[in-house]
């Protein structure tokens, strides 16, 4: 009882976890095992940096943790401050964008023994109708901070160096702007296609929407999938 | 006059535009061009899809426009419905999850010509110094959807299957949970590393803050490298 009263008072950034659970499923579409992780991991690392620090970010998985990254730090993929680089692991680390010192943050298997429901999700030992996700999300929440390593590391240079696109040309094949250093058309032009059709000619907003398509009402703007 | 009244009551998603740049200055940081570029190209997509139908997001940029995509619909990087394949073009794809058919919409170069501010920028015509932003924002709103060219796609089928990252075993070397189809040891311990320190031994939570260090308690969690 005592273990859960604790539990329930654990904070995740500048949240409490039923705050950070419903920012969570807001953005990333439901409240997964995953996210609920990431942010006691994302906590754990802020709280391992000096104060006052710019930190840049690392997340060493595309699942999830992501989105614990985006939703409790300054970084985003879009604004280049987080950088997946997809190695398998679940493990994300902070690090001062200057120098590259940083905390990695990690789950450890080694600490998953207590808590079965977790340690059979996480390592997939059972098929996912046999899981009980409620007490899953519960085991998650009553481990806290505790299923997880730290360490210190340096990054590589090459993550401290912002990356320039350079100059701006007009492909002449597809018409669309990309940068030079990519070559004498852009990317896609050179065949790294990513579409069997793509309409020959493009409408302008006016001739696609002669009508005016009606804007979407729900609170992120369109239809979520889980709705 | 009339035009900028017209603008004025432009809507991005289910938000007027002053309140998705007050969302996107809390999400990405600041408001930057991009990401307000961002929020008319994903309405305008939007818009262009059928009612009601489910559907992931292609970006074909990394800069800016992932994190549009990610505020106004339910496609995130970590929840996997929104993929960042980076070809250097400034456009994006909304597709029926399972007929891979969707709509495009990209800047059209072609359409820039009555907005100098915007095209000096977006084409890189001027050095950073001489730009001046708050011109550029308000060309931006004015422009509206008006900028941009919308096509019909097919998407590739490479994109349509959720792919399984299969059963999942420890790493020999560091320990750590991985995916078996990696290989004999997890993709890091294979030579893709991302640091060039680890602390060897790892410490567990209680170790690294004996004390406990204190929360954050700004909005996002931890201080913004803006602020």
Chains 1, 2 share one sequence.
Not at 18 to 27: C, H, K, N, P
Not at 66 to 80: E, H, K, R, Y
Not at 184 to 207: H, I, K, M, W
Request: charged share 25%; net charge negative; with cysteine.
């Amino acid at each position: 009882m005592e273990r859960m009263i604790e539990s329930a008072m654990e904070r995740i950034g500048s949240y409490s976890v039923e705050e950070y659970m419903r920012l969570a499923e807001s953005f990333h579409g439901h409240t997964s095992p995953g996210v609920l992780m990431g942010g006691f991991m994302v906590d754990l690392a802020g709280r391992l940096m000096p104060e006052g620090v710019l930190f840049d970010a690392i997340c060493e998985t595309a699942s999830c943790l992501p989105d614990a990254i985006q939703l409790l730090t300054p970084c985003t993929v879009g604004n280049g401050w987080l950088k997946i680089i997809n190695l398998g692991r679940y493990a994300l680390t902070l690090y001062e964008k200057h120098s590259g010192q940083g905390t990695r943050v990690f789950l450890d298997a080694a600490r998953l023994e207590p808590w079965p429901e977790l340690k059979a999700w996480f390592l997939k030992l059972r098929p996912k109708a046999e899981q009980d996700e409620e007490r899953l999300l519960a085991e998650i929440v009553k481990a806290g901070r505790g299923v997880y390593g730290a360490q210190a590391v340096l990054v590589e240079p090459r993550f401290l160096q912002k990356k320039s696109k350079g100059a701006i040309d007009i492909c002449r094949v597809c018409g669309e702007a990309y940068p030079v250093q990519d070559g004498d058309v852009c990317l896609a032009c050179q065949g790294e296609n990513l579409y069997v059709f793509v309409q020959p000619r493009a409408l302008s907003p006016t001739e696609a929407m002669p009508h005016g398509a009606e804007p979407p009402s729900s609170a992120k703007g369109y239809k979520s999938k889980g709705g």
